[in-house]
């Protein structure tokens, strides 16, 4: 596999495109919980219930097109190798928990890999939506349209009371998780995320890493989420999100300026240090690979770096993980051989822009 | 340096007290320290779903101590889901739900714990699915127009107040039909 070619497929379709706000918001997605009526939940379903559900997908939806979200495709997890499930996870195809040994698990994913619907999670579906940048009520609104598409063949689980019924108390009502994934190097280096944070726990929403539920936030990458679906129309959960992301980018883009101001030269030393460490280390680890990355982007962002591509930083994040770096060798990967591995690719996949 | 207390292992954790001014320290391996409860496995373990279990159980009880307790208290559950066959006990210990059949089951044991996880929200206000909402939205249409109809009533804007008003009457017609066509 020519490394070009891989590149194309370790970063989305969807992602070359950029989006409002695309300096700091990196991508906007929304997540639907449904379930069939009929069926009991993957929490307690064993074999056949979860057999239907899947086949249902499979024969009702497999090479289907909704408005460009063409191509859907079903790929069953237990059709896929341990390394390409990792893949897919990293790629934020899937979930880590669909990949847990699960009956039945599989995902329907369209061509520009925007959509991807998740079959036998914790719920009989979920359903993913993602725009890049800062777009969360187109994606609501699509996600919403999609809804309603797969509904027309689907009896979903809903409640007058209760909307609709999740297998989690936590997702019940809209079913719906709305999250933006934020680029927040000058809040992070500042320290001042860390006092925001718990004023934004406070709104009922959450902040976290990139991979979701307990994951560290690396790379300066945080990912913001509504808590609460009960009670709330999506509308509305969608506007508290987005007053506090909106909030989020003007705080990044002033501290970005103030670091400017006050400490320009420490500031172009810092970028310039990690790219010499990212053109030219042998062996590099996840996390610093991570932050040196950050720091690329954030000299992209402020033009210290010209000629680089602002999606390196999506791009080389998702490269640089240990499921596919393992796919690029075409083999398993010890942590070790993985550090080495993993300069390589960078060392090359920036030497590529220097040859354009 | 070893472990102080077996002499056989590296130390690995490292400890320094300070207790009315006199300072003290400790050096013990991994498995040391452990024994001696330094390191609480327990806690490491502790995710979500035993945090919301835990909220389940606090049911009646308001002692946060209870959450750490497990279920020992607990009394003999008899109500079981008719759909899935879980049971109210088994429902507390996963924080799961087994079907959709399960929230009329426990429904009334719901709004205390859907107010703790949804802050203070028992009631869904969102999207209502075309088909599986029956005639929930052309219910709720209704209800909209009436509003409406109250606001221009109080306007004093009747020529458009009967125009709503008989809106409101085709779409009554239209929520007795649906009804018609069910029996």
């Given at each position: 596999m020519s490394l070009e070619k891989f590149m194309n497929e370790a970063i989305s379709p969807w992602m070359r495109h950029d989006g409002p706000d695309s300096d700091i918001v990196l991508s906007s997605r929304i997540r639907l919980a449904r379930n069939f009526s009929s069926q009991p939940f993957p929490t307690v379903a064993r074999g056949e219930p979860l057999e239907e559900v899947l086949s249902f997908m499979d024969e009702h939806f497999t090479e289907c097109s909704f408005r460009e979200y063409e191509g859907l495709q079903l790929v069953k997890m237990d059709d896929l190798q341990p390394i390409e499930k990792r893949v897919l996870v990293e790629k934020h195809l899937v979930s880590p928990h669909l990949i847990e040994d699960r009956e039945n698990a599989a995902t329907i994913i369209s061509e520009n890999e925007q959509v991807s619907i998740m079959v036998n999670e914790e719920d009989h579906l979920r359903i993913q939506l993602y725009f890049p940048g800062f777009q969360l009520d187109k994606a609501l609104e699509q996600a919403s349209q999609l809804d309603d598409w797969l509904e027309e063949k689907i009896d979903y689980a809903f409640?007058?009371?209760?909307?609709y019924l999740t297998a989690c108390p936590t997702n019940v009502g809209t079913g719906m998780r709305a999250s933006v994934m934020m680029h927040l190097p000058a809040l992070a280096l500042t320290k001042q995320i860390n006092r925001m944070t718990p004023a934004i726990n406070q709104l009922g929403l959450v902040v976290r890493g990139?991979?979701?539920?307990?994951s560290e936030a690396v790379g300066n990458l945080f990912q913001i989420s509504n808590q609460i679906t009960l009670g709330k129309s999506e509308e509305d959960i969608v506007e508290d999100l987005h007053s506090v992301v909106q909030q989020l980018i003007e705080q990044e883009r002033k501290a970005r300026q103030t670091l400017m101001n006050r400490s320009p030269v420490q500031l172009e030393d810092r970028i310039y240090r990690s790219y010499g460490t990212l053109r030219h280390s042998r062996v590099i680890t996840s996390k610093e690979a991570a932050g040196c990355l950050s720091d690329l982007r954030l000299g992209i962002d402020l033009d210290?770096?010209?000629?680089?591509?602002?999606t390196i930083l999506n791009e080389l994040m998702v490269l640089t993980q240990p499921g596919f770096l393992q796919q690029y060798a075409g083999e398993s990967l010890d942590p070790e051989e993985r550090d080495i591995k993993r300069a390589t690719l960078i060392r090359e996949r920036i030497n590529l822009e220097d040859d354009n | 340096m070893q472990c102080q207390r077996c002499e056989k292992y590296p130390a690995t954790v490292h400890l320094t007290q300070v207790i009315n001014g006199e300072k003290n320290e400790v050096h013990l391996c991994d498995s040391c320290a452990k024994e001696q409860g330094y390191m609480n496995q327990e806690e490491e373990k502790f995710s979500l779903n035993d945090l919301l279990s835990g909220l389940f159980h606090m049911e009646g009880s308001g002692?946060?101590?209870?959450?750490?307790?497990?279920?020992?208290?607990?009394q003999k559950e008899s109500l079981q889901c008719s759909g899935c066959g879980l049971t109210y006990q088994e429902f507390t210990k996963a924080g799961k739900f087994g079907c959709a059949t399960c929230y009329e089951t426990f429904n009334e044991r719901l709004d205390p714990i859907l107010k703790r996880v949804h802050s203070g929200n028992t009631t869904h206000h969102g999207k209502v699915p075309k088909r599986a909402g029956g005639d929930l939205n052309l219910r709720k249409d209704i209800e909209k127009h009436r509003e409406k109809l109250h606001q221009l009533i109080n306007q004093e804007e009747f020529e458009e107040a009967a125009k709503v008003r008989d809106e409101i009457r085709t779409l009554e017609e239209e929520l007795n039909q649906d009804k018609g066509g069910d029996s």
């Open positions: 409640d007058e009371e209760r909307g990139i991979y979701g539920e307990g210290f770096l010209k000629d680089i591509p602002r | 002692s946060a101590g209870k959450l750490f307790q497990g279920n020992k208290q607990q």
